[in-house]
C-alpha cells in the first residue's frame, strides 16, 4: 500500500471552494469520490495521521495514489457532479447498496388509451403511475382483486385486449363486473381512463370521498327500496375498508413522508425505507451494502441521491426522515427541493408519531441484517469457500473444518470467565461451546494474557487426558467398572485452528499454553478488533485479509460469538455475587432452609444474633445443622453486603 505523504497535496493548492474530489489507485482507477463545501478542509483531514483515522479511510488513503478535484460553483451542483461520478466509475470504497429482493410495484400505464393496472419490476416508465413498492407481489394482486369491484380498470395485456375486441366479447373479468369492458365498447376510452384516474387517486390517499361517496349512494338506493344496489355497495364499502385495514394509518395528520433507518456493523449497513402516503405505509423497500470508507452521514447522503436521482427514483414527498442529518444536509434538501418542486422537509424526527415510526422502520433494518448474515452464513459455498481462503491465507495443509475460539471477560480484573465457541464446517456446533471460570494466581490476579493461557492449557490437558483415557478403554485396559466411574468427555476432538480475541500479546500466551499442552501442531492465530488483523505467533507484522473476504467474515463471527458468550457468562456471574448472602455457603443449608430462617426471623442480622436452640426449633434446622449456622455467622465478616452496580447496602431481611 503506498504511503499518503507520498501524494498529499500542498494545502496551499487546495482551494477553499465547494467541489468534488476523487482519490485514484496506482493504476488510475478512481476508488473514491466524495464532495465538500470547502475544499481544503476536507482534504487535509485524509492526510492527516492514519492512526488518528477510521481504519476504513485509513485504507482508502492508504490504497490510494493520487487525489485530484473539480471545483463547482454551489453545494447543490457538488451533489449533482458526485452522484454522476459515483455511477460512472463505480468507485469500491464507496457504499454499494443492494436490493435484498425485487420488489415489485402496482402500475397503472395511464400513457396508454386504455389504461392497465398490473404488477411491475425493474425500471421505471415514462407515463406510467407506481404505487408501492410492495413486498410480495401476492400483495399487489390481492389488494387489486378487492379495488376491482369499484374501480373495474382493464388489467389484462394487449393481446388479450386485442384478441377480446376481435371476437366481442370480454374475458372472465367483464363478465363478474370486475372490468368496464372497454374492449368490447362496454364503456368509452373517456370513461374508462376517469375509472383509472379514480383508482389512482384512491391508491394515492384520497380514499375518504370514495367511501363517503359509496356510503351516500348506499343510503340513498335504501331509501328508494332498491335493496339490491344498495348491498352491492354495501359489499363494495367493505371491499375499500379492507384494502384500507392492510396499510393501517401511522401518521394520524396524512402526512406523506419517506422513513429511512440503518443497522450497521463493522463490514455491512443494512437500510429500510417505509413509503407513506395519506398517513398509511404504502411500501417498503430494503437494501444490504457493505460499509468502506464512508461515514454514517455519508451514507444517508448517498442512500438519498440513490433513491431519488436515478432515471427510476422515487418521487420525493414533502418530509424524508433520516436516522442522521448529512453533512451538507441543507445542500441537499435543496437539491430534493429542485426535484420535487417545492419545499421538502430533510429531518431527524425527535419525538410523537413520527419518532415511534423511526423505531419501527429501525427494527425492520436489525431484523434485516440478522437475515442477511444468517443466509450468508447458511451458504454451502460460500462457507466452503471462506474456509478454504483462511487455509490459503494461513498456509494450513488441511482446510480448518473444526475451529475453536476463545475470549476473555471482566471488570477491572474481577469476575474473570473464559469462553470457548465452536464452528464445524463453517457453522457454530452450540454443544460444543464451554465456558471457564478463570482462578488467576496464587493472590487471585490475573491479566488478560494470563487468563488466555490459563484458559487454553486446562483446554487441551483435559482434552489430552480424555483422548488418553478413551484409548486405554479402547485397549480394554479398564474394568467395567473404572469405565463406568469414568467423567463424561467435555472436548470432542482436537480442532484445527485456534483463534484467540485479541493481538499480538494474547496469540504468544496462546501458543505458550498450546505448547506446554503438547498440541504443537493445532494452529493458532488472534483478530485484533480495531484493524481487523490477523496476528500469527512469531510474526512481527499482521496478515491482513481483504476486506470483502469470506475468510474475514467467518473470523469475524466467530470473534464476535465468542465475546458474547464470554459477556454473557461474566455478567451472569456478576449479578450472582452482587446479591450474595453470608447464609450462601454453609453446608447443608439450601434455598428451602434459607427461605424458612428469613422467615422466622426477618433477617440475617437476627439469625446471626439468635442462639442454637433458637435456630433449631426452625422447621428443616436440627441442632447439629443449629450449631453451624451459628459457628459460621459468627466467624463471618460482619460488613454489610453492596449492591456493587449501585452503591446500595443490601438489605438483607429482603433477601429470598
Known amino acids: 500500500m503506498a504511503d499518503p505523504s507520498t501524494y498529499r497535496p500542498r494545502p496551499g493548492e487546495i482551494p477553499t471552494e465547494p467541489g468534488v474530489y476523487r482519490f485514484r489507485d496506482r493504476d488510475g482507477r478512481v476508488i473514491y469520490v466524495g464532495k465538500a463545501k470547502s475544499l481544503r478542509p476536507r482534504l487535509s483531514s ?12 485509513a485504507t482508502m488513503v492508504r490504497t490510494g495514489a493520487s487525489v485530484e478535484w473539480t471545483v463547482v460553483s454551489t453545494e447543490v451542483e457538488a451533489l449533482q457532479l458526485e452522484y454522476a461520478w459515483i455511477k460512472e466509475f463505480d468507485p469500491r470504497f464507496n457504499v454499494r447498496y443492494r436490493d435484498d429482493k ?82 368490447v365498447g362496454r364503456v368509452d376510452a373517456q370513461r374508462h381512463r376517469e375509472i383509472a384516474e379514480d383508482f389512482c387517486d384512491f391508491m394515492a390517499g384520497e380514499t375518504g370521498r370514495f367511501v363517503t361517496r359509496l356510503t351516500r349512494e348506499m343510503k340513498d338506493a335504501a331509501a328508494e327500496l332498491d335493496f339490491e344496489r344498495a348491498a352491492r355497495l354495501r359489499d363494495d ?3 375499500l375498508e379492507r384494502v ?19 443497522a450497521e456493523d463493522e463490514l455491512e449497513v443494512a437500510v429500510q425505507l417505509f413509503h407513506v402516503r395519506g398517513g398509511r405505509v404504502r411500501g417498503q423497500r430494503g437494501w444490504v451494502a457493505e460499509r468502506d470508507a464512508e461515514s454514517t452521514p455519508e451514507v444517508v447522503e448517498h442512500l438519498l441521491q440513490r433513491v431519488y436521482g436515478s432515471e427510476a427514483g422515487e418521487a420525493v414527498p414533502r418530509e424524508v426522515l433520516v436516522p442522521v442529518l448529512p453533512d451538507d444536509a441543507p445542500a441537499l434538501a435543496d437539491w430534493l427541493s429542485g426535484l420535487r418542486g417545492s419545499r421538502v422537509d430533510l429531518r431527524v424526527p425527535q419525538r410523537g408519531d413520527k419518532r415511534t415510526l423511526m423505531e419501527t422502520v429501525a427494527r425492520n433494518a436489525t431484523q434485516s441484517l440478522a437475515r442477511h448474515k444468517v443466509a450468508r452464513a447458511g451458504d454451502l459455498t460460500t462457507r466452503s469457500q471462506a474456509l478454504q481462503q483462511i487455509q490459503d491465507s494461513l498456509g494450513l495443509d488441511d482446510a480448518p473444518l473444526r475451529i475453536e475460539c476463545f475470549d476473555i471477560s471482566h471488570v477491572q480484573g474481577t469476575q474473570v ?35 488466555m493461557h490459563e484458559v487454553l492449557t486446562r483446554r487441551f490437558r483435559r482434552g489430552r487426558r480424555e483422548d488418553d483415557e478413551a484409548a486405554a478403554a479402547a485397549d480394554g485396559s479398564q474394568d467395567d467398572t473404572d469405565a463406568g466411574a469414568a467423567r463424561p468427555a467435555r472436548f470432542a476432538y482436537r480442532p484445527n485452528l485456534v483463534v484467540v480475541d485479541g493481538g499480538l500479546p494474547q ?48 473470523l469475524q463471527r466467530l470473534r464476535d460469538e465468542a465475546h458474547r458468550f464470554a459477556v454473557t457468562f461474566h455478567r451472569q456471574r456478576r449479578s450472582k455475587a452482587m446479591t450474595a448472602s453470608r447464609l450462601d455457603g454453609i453446608p447443608g443449608l439450601g434455598e428451602k432452609r434459607r427461605k424458612a430462617l428469613l422467615k422466622a426471623f426477618g433477617s440475617v442480622k437476627r439469625i446471626s444474633a439468635a442462639s442454637v436452640d433458637e435456630l433449631a426449633e426452625v422447621p428443616g434446622i436440627g441442632p447439629a445443622l443449629a450449631a453451624v449456622i451459628a ?26
Open 237 to 239: 364499502i367493505g371491499a
Open 244 to 262: 384500507l385495514e392492510k396499510s393501517a394509518v401511522v401518521l394520524p395528520d396524512a402526512t406523506d413522508a419517506d422513513v429511512f433507518a440503518l
Open 417 to 451: 470467565v473464559g469462553s470457548m465457541v465452536v464452528f464445524e464446517d463453517g457453522l457454530p456446533r452450540k454443544s460444543e461451546y464451554r465456558r471457564f471460570i478463570v482462578r488467576g494466581d496464587e493472590t487471585g490476579a490475573t491479566d488478560d494474557t494470563a487468563a
Open 507 to 554: 496469540v504468544n500466551a496462546a501458543a505458550r499454553a498450546l505448547a506446554d499442552a503438547g498440541a504443537q501442531d493445532v494452529a493458532v492465530v488472534g483478530l485484533a478488533k480495531r484493524l481487523e488483523e490477523v496476528w500469527i505467533p512469531g510474526e512481527d507484522h499482521p496478515l491482513v485479509l481483504a476486506r470483502s473476504s469470506e475468510g474475514l467474515y467467518l
Open 46 to 57: 485524509y492526510f492527516q495521521d492514519v492512526s488518528a483515522l477510521h481504519h476504513r479511510t
Open 102 to 183: 425485487s420488489y415489485p410495484y402496482l402500475a397503472v400505464t395511464m400513457g396508454e388509451e386504455f389504461p392497465r393496472a398490473q404488477v411491475l419490476r425493474g425500471a421505471k416508465r415514462k407515463g406510467t403511475r407506481y404505487f408501492g413498492p410492495y413486498a410480495h407481489a401476492w400483495a399487489i394482486r390481492e389488494t387489486l382483486d378487492l379495488a376491482l369491484r369499484v374501480f373495474p380498470v382493464r388489467t389484462c395485456s394487449s393481446g388479450v385486449f386485442k384478441r377480446a375486441s376481435q371476437v366481442g366479447r370480454p374475458c372472465l373479468l367483464g363478465y363478474i363486473d370486475k372490468c368496464s369492458a372497454p374492449c
Open 631 to 656: 459457628a459460621q455467622l459468627a466467624s463471618a465478616d460482619t460488613m454489610p453486603a453492596v449492591n456493587l452496580a449501585t452503591g446500595e447496602v443490601v438489605d438483607e431481611g429482603n433477601e429470598p
